[in-house]
């Protein structure tokens, strides 16, 4: 049966260089094009959708608020906002939320937050200190932030007042801020989803929160792809036993609702004051009632123990299936976030992985990326590595 279809949106801007595919539904961790033909969803709307497709739970619980009220404004009070909100600070420990729709837009929040935190101390020119590698958005502001100059390109003159540094190097750091009085904070991902799966280390994690504390920088982790359970944890810096003063989300938060957070700890809570931040869509009845319901679900099948569980019986199915190949550079990653790193360029193995019926992507132009739903099981997991094992090995003995 014929499954791709051609130049499927000659209307649209040319953003995106799509697999030529269009997925009509789904089902748990399971999808079908408009032709009928199946797909496993390896990929999971790159790490938003949570529960999955179609879930019994949420389904119900969304239709019935949209039947409710969608959308009310920040005019008024939305009283599931206040009841995510007080779930996120639970979670996180730290103490206040401000919601907004996507990722970059938690990140410019972030980043205004840090600014203003400099202002706020008498420093007019601060500086934040970023990463290689990082991945932060695609506005203004949070492509300056991220390391990545193919995002960049084309889109000067950049956002000043980003100090960049390599990742898990501390010296670099000390080095590259030693006597700046302007330097207000430091913003990162725990684990770089778009730079290629690279963690940050567990010792320069708990050295980082050290050194914002001794310096009064406020430490600010982008857990936008690697937050809400991904790792098995809530978030992944959890693992680390430390925690951030600004924590942006989005993506897996609303298991597939727009919707993003910035959660603030006591250093940076209250510096947001009325008319300082804001946005239309923020916080609106339908993508707090999903914010809710997501997390309610994830506790009560246990979502973040199948992360933990399932992504490590990924990862060594892929080692067992992969390991021994001289181009495999690195399997990496934690829970259902995994980088399957080759030594050249992939990019091509996504349509030959739709053509066999996984969905996947390859980020860093070197690395095979799974971020599944979190409702995936290990029968789940031996299917895709069944599936994607044998087009690694002829992908690479044709193109050695
Ligand atoms: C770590 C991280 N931050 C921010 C973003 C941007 O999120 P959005 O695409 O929702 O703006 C992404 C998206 O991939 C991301 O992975």
Redesign the pocket.
């Given at each position: 049966m014929a499954t791709l279809i051609e130049a499927a949106s000659p209307h649209q801007m040319n953003t995106y260089g799509r697999v030529p595919i269009a997925l009509s539904h789904g089902q748990g961790c399971r999808v079908w094009d408009v032709n009928g033909k199946s797909y496993l969803d390896g990929l999971g709307g790159?790490a938003v959708n949570t529960l999955g497709h179609n879930h019994p739970k949420l389904v119900p619980a969304l239709q019935d608020q949209i039947a409710k009220i969608i959308h009310s404004s920040n005019y008024y009070h939305v009283p599931n906002g206040e009841k995510l909100a007080a779930k996120l600070v639970e979670l996180s420990g730290l103490t206040n939320v401000f919601f907004c729709c996507?990722?970059?837009?938690a990140?410019e929040a972030a980043l205004k937050l840090a600014r203003k935190y400099g202002h706020d101390k008498g420093i007019e020119r601060p500086e934040i200190v970023v990463y290689e590698k990082a991945?932060?958005?695609?506005s203004i502001a949070?492509l300056s932030a991220t390391g990545n100059e193919k995002v960049q390109k084309g889109f000067g003159p950049l956002v000043e007042g980003f100090i960049r540094v390599p990742l898990n190097d501390i010296e670099a750091l000390k080095k590259a801020t030693e006597g700046n009085p302007n330097v207000v904070a430091v913003f990162f991902?725990t684990i770089q989803?778009?730079g290629g799966v690279n963690p940050t280390r567990i010792e320069y994690l708990q050295q980082l929160r050290q050194l914002c504390d001794e310096r009064d920088w406020l430490m600010m982790i982008?857990e936008?792809?690697c937050g809400m359970g991904r790792t098995g944890k809530w978030f992944a810096h959890q693992w680390a036993g430390i925690k951030p003063d600004v924590m942006?989300l989005?993506?897996g938060l609303g298991s597939g609702v727009p919707i993003?957070a910035v959660v603030a700890g006591p250093k940076a809570a209250q510096i947001f004051q009325p008319g300082n931040h804001g946005t239309t869509f923020g916080g609106n009845p339908l993508a707090m009632r999903a914010g809710v319901e997501t997390i309610r679900i994830m506790e009560e099948d246990g979502l973040l123990e199948n992360a933990a569980k399932v992504g490590a019986h990924l990862r060594a199915a892929l080692q067992r299936e992969l390991g021994s190949l001289p181009q495999l550079k690195e399997i990496r990653g934690q829970g259902l976030m995994l980088g399957v790193e080759l030594t050249r360029p992939c990019g091509a193995l996504v349509n030959r992985a739709a053509e066999a019926g996984l969905l996947i992507s390859v980020t860093a132009d070197t690395v095979i990326r799974l971020v599944p739903p979190l409702i995936m099981t290990t029968t789940d997991a031996d299917e895709l590595v069944g599936i994607l094992a044998p087009l690694v090995r002829q992908f690479l003995a044709e193109n050695p």
């Open positions: 790159i996507t990722g970059l837009e990140n991945f932060h958005g695609r949070t991902e989803g778009e982008d936008v792809q942006p989005a993506k993003g």
